[in-house]
């Protein structure tokens, strides 16, 4: 989308690898929000962040909303990992905007 | 158990019918929300409603109209389908009714207009 540019489109991770995806916002967000699409289509949360950083498991993820970036990073990356990841973004006007996504692959 | 239930998971319509999506929470959410995604695009935001009550409207067309019968509750019913209503349409909700809240999604329902 025109708000939120998120890279890379494309990842391939070898199993045990790590790398991190990126959103960066063209104006000032309050809060973003990291969501992984399973192969059934669902959206399974990951993040919310209104400032600072988070860390589940394997993942982390960070907010910057001065500098408009957040950040999702995932180490010793296993096959289940594969899917599709969105970052969204809410900004003070109440509108929500969507990354276009990047769609990892885990391979053995 | 799934907390956002939405139906049909897929639906196929013929140009100029009405069909009416389905979508039901179980989180105690004060909010929901309708998105759209279609092919090769991100999602995008359509409606939002808090106490079942319009928050905000960014869909163009009129054809698509929110329905909120029960709280937990908000039915998409879209009139006249065009071709190029064919996307996935996501339920969303969360416990504050805020764009930028914490939010929820269901897992879609795929709409395919002939």
């Known amino acids: 989308g025109d708000q939120v540019e998120q890279s890379p489109s494309a990842l391939s991770l070898h199993e045990g690898t790590g790398s991190a995806l990126r959103c960066n916002f063209t104006?000032?967000?309050?809060?973003v929000q990291w969501f992984r699409k399973n192969s059934r289509g669902s959206l399974i949360n990951l993040f919310y962040l209104a400032s600072g950083t988070k860390e589940n498991g394997r993942l982390k993820s960070a907010f910057d909303s001065k500098e408009r970036y957040s950040t999702l990073h995932i180490r010793d990356a296993q096959l289940e990992d594969s899917g599709t990841y969105f970052c969204a973004a809410g900004n003070s006007n109440n509108r929500i905007f969507f990354g276009d996504g990047t769609q990892l692959v885990v391979k053995p | 158990d799934p907390k956002i239930i939405q139906k049909p998971k897929y639906l196929v319509a013929v140009t100029g019918s009405e069909k009416i999506l389905i979508c039901e929470q179980y989180?105690?959410?004060?909010?929901m929300y309708w998105y759209r995604q279609s092919a090769k695009k991100p999602l995008e935001f359509m409606f939002s409603y808090s106490y079942q009550k319009l928050m905000d409207n960014q869909t163009a067309s009129s054809r698509f109209q929110p329905q909120s019968s029960k709280k937990n509750h908000l039915d998409l019913q879209i009139t006249a389908l065009k071709p190029d209503d064919s996307a996935t349409y996501f339920c969303?909700?969360?416990?504050?009714?805020?764009?930028?809240?914490?939010?929820?999604f269901g897992p879609g329902t795929r709409l395919t207009v002939l």
């Open positions: 104006t000032t967000m309050r809060a």
């Open positions: 989180l105690g959410h004060n909010a």
């Open positions: 969303a909700s969360s416990q504050v009714p805020q764009n930028y809240a914490e939010q929820f």
